[in-house]
């Protein structure tokens, strides 16, 4: 089963709306992180957000929300004003484990939802 | 700080040749990790460390091979390439924390 799904591969908003971007995530560890990158074309990838499962509100980052709902094991991202230098590709990606000794760390990521932001 | 930095950023190479893909963190992180990303999808781990000395294999280590033998510094070889192996490789660093920090990406081509 995928771990981190993203069903929406494009997107559109009108500049100055607010958008959202769909993630669902499994997991049957109690521990985990949730993150949002941004990949604009110049191919970087741009941390966004973080959302830590026992994080009891949702997580803020200027005009970047995640609307975390953990028994549907969801984390959306929500873009509020979207300007058009938000037009990129959004990846949702997954960290399992608390992270204690041992633990890699490593992130599962989404296949991605390509935003587009009209003027 | 420079961050997380990556040579060379772009490469192309004939099927069968070898290279090296050099990483390099100046933040003094324990973990390091290699992904790739090919057109349309996420990024899919290769091979991780985490610490100096040591490695191991992530979701798709088939043809790659990598080492850690200074704490700034993962490398990531590719002993015999194949056109299967064209793609993005991001190379990303963490600390105890919980954000991983990208390099801008290595582009590379194999005909």
């Known amino acids: 089963a995928q771990k981190i799904t993203q069903t929406q591969p494009g997107m559109f908003v009108q500049e100055k709306e607010a958008v959202t971007l769909d993630c669902t995530y499994d997991?049957?560890?109690?521990?985990?992180?949730l993150f949002w990158y941004k990949q604009p074309s110049s191919g970087e990838m741009i941390f966004l957000i973080y959302?830590?499962?026992?994080?009891?509100q949702n997580a803020t980052e200027g005009r970047y929300s995640l609307n975390f709902q953990k028994a549907r094991k969801s984390a959306n991202l929500v873009i509020s004003a979207s300007q058009l230098g938000d037009s990129a590709m959004y990846f949702c990606?997954?960290?399992?484990?608390?992270?204690?000794?041992?633990?890699?760390?490593?992130?599962?990521f989404g296949s991605g939802t390509q935003l587009t932001v009209l003027p | 700080n420079a961050g997380v930095t990556q040579t060379p950023k772009f490469r192309v190479l004939k099927t069968g040749q070898s290279m090296t893909l050099l990483c390099a963190q100046d933040?003094?992180?324990?973990?390091m990790y290699w992904y790739r990303q090919d057109p349309g999808m996420g990024l899919r781990l290769i091979h991780y460390?985490?610490?100096?000395?040591?490695?191991a294999k992530g979701e798709v280590p088939d043809g790659y091979n990598v080492s850690r033998l200074k704490k700034q510094n993962f490398l990531l070889g590719l002993e015999s390439a194949a056109p299967s192996q064209t793609s993005v490789y991001f190379c990303?660093?963490?600390?105890?924390?919980?954000?991983?920090?990208f390099g801008p990406g290595t582009r590379l081509t194999v005909t």
């Open positions: 997991t049957s560890d109690p521990s985990y992180g």
């Open positions: 990606a997954m960290r399992e484990g608390r992270g204690s000794s041992g633990s890699a760390r490593q992130l599962t």
């Open positions: 990303a660093s963490a600390d105890r924390l919980y954000e991983q920090y």
């Open positions: 460390s985490v610490g100096e000395g040591t490695t």
């Open positions: 933040m003094n992180h324990e973990y």
């Open positions: 959302q830590g499962s026992y994080d009891q």
